[in-house]
DNA sequence: GAGTGGTCTAGACCACTTC
DNA sequence: AAGTGGTCTAGACCACTCT
């Protein structure tokens, strides 16, 4: 007898199912799940095969363990996971935790090719914000980025934006940015912003055209950002 | 009663020493490994232990299983592994694969720099490779590598190198790279390059740098590379 | 001491490959 | 039919955390 196409292992239904408790936020970050032998009973499945999908979403960082202690729902608003996805350092260097100042934030109707990258209906709304980072008092990236606003309602309506973004993502929208996807490439600085960097005309930057993905798969939110590239690198450990 | 310090669960040393024979070529690439329940026989421990250590290792892409065939050394000679860390593609699109003439090939005395990033002896001596890259007959990137002889005896004495390094790198020296760093910077292309890659004085280009890590943690070659960005874009899946 | 996750074992059954 | 890896279970013991 052959499987029929559907089949799945336990191991992966059983990741499936808390999976989407957790993109449903019936758990939220930071709180404990039950012990691995209440969820086997509750699944009727045996405590190793609770492991095994524990285990999974630990690799792809759904879930942080702490022996003795128990199972939690990641909480990215630590230091260092806050700027997992920030990839700006010192040539060979530590990593660059910059400032930032907002200079703008509008509504807008979204574009054909923004509706495109985030499966949007083309009468969506989205806000554009743009903000300048700075490293060390010296103004090192310029950023334009767009949330839509069936995804974050009335985001513009914050009064203080945090220097982290998704930290405001996950604690306000239970959106949280599990993977991003990169494009780089090496422009002239566009005219209106050259003196927002303090750099002449013409000089190379780096344009980094980002898409960031939720834990669901969707991609939520669009960015594109022009970096100096005379102190600063973009850098990446690829395996 | 408190553990050693060089305490060391049973599959962590499993994974040791089944790495370390890969590392000294115990096994070659492609080698089928003895079954999961001869190895626990002659190591002591259950089959169970001896799986735990094998998933990690193909996890690390280290080595490829298939059931009901038997676990063998990964072979990174598959195209799409090849350019497993070949970054460039076009915007939002497809792989790139490249075709390669080389420039120039010269030995010469290791640089300081150089020295410091391979952990050589500043009296060591290494290939300096020139090639230029083209895509659909268009040049796209001129790249400076850097191969110590220590590593790559005679490696300038090949007659034909392969579009992909890093085959040769396996096939001839059993240098297996696992993984690579790259810094990423927007210059302008310096002028001795301009004419090779059909590009205007003072275009912004991408350079990267890189640093290509051996299987048992050397960095045993250095690159350089200058990319026009036009039709190409760096482009990385970050999580 | 009770409860948690981490490790290790042993054995069963399954699906796939090869002969 | 024999041998392989893949899944699942059950149970043991350990180290760690909290009370």
């Known amino acids: 007898m052959s499987l029929s196409a559907g089949f799945q292992p336990l191991y992966k239904q059983v990741y499936d199912l808390l999976t989407a408790r957790l993109v449903e936020g019936y758990w939220k970050p930071s709180?404990?799940?039950p012990s691995e032998m209440l969820l086997a009973e509750e699944l009727g499945v045996s405590q190793g095969t609770v492991r095994k999908a524990l285990n999974q979403m630990v690799a792809e960082k759904m879930l942080e363990r702490?022996?003795?202690k128990g199972t939690f729902v990641a909480e990215h608003t630590q230091e260092s996971d806050l700027f997992r996805f920030f990839r700006l350092r010192e040539p060979q260097g530590t990593t660059l935790i910059p400032e930032t100042i907002v200079l703008s934030s509008s509504r807008r109707k979204v574009s054909k090719d923004e509706a495109k990258k985030l499966n949007l209906d083309s009468k969506e709304s989205v806000v554009e914000l743009m903000r300048v980072r700075s490293i060390h008092n010296k103004p090192a990236i310029i950023e334009k980025i767009i949330q839509p606003l069936s995804i974050f309602?009335?985001?513009?309506?914050?009064?203080?934006?945090?220097?982290?973004?998704?930290?405001?993502?996950?604690?306000?929208?239970?959106?949280?940015?599990?993977?991003?996807?990169?494009?780089?490439r090496a422009v002239e600085i566009p005219k209106a912003y050259a003196g927002h960097l303090d750099l002449p005309q013409g000089s190379p930057v780096l344009m980094i055209e980002r898409s960031s993905v939720n834990i669901d798969g969707r991609v939520v939110e669009l960015s594109t950002a022009y970096c100096s590239s005379e102190n600063f690198v973009y850098s990446v450990h690829l395996t």
Chains 1, 2 share one sequence.
């Not at 009335?154 to 604690?171: G, H, V, W």
């Not at 306000?172 to 990169?182: A, E, H, K, R």
Request: aromatic share 8%.
């Open 153 to 184: 309602p009335d985001i513009d309506k914050n009064t203080k934006l945090p220097n982290a973004l998704y930290m405001l993502y996950q604690e306000q929208y239970g959106i949280t940015i599990m993977s991003v996807n990169d494009e780089v």
């Open 31 to 33: 709180q404990l799940l």
């Open 66 to 68: 702490q022996q003795g």
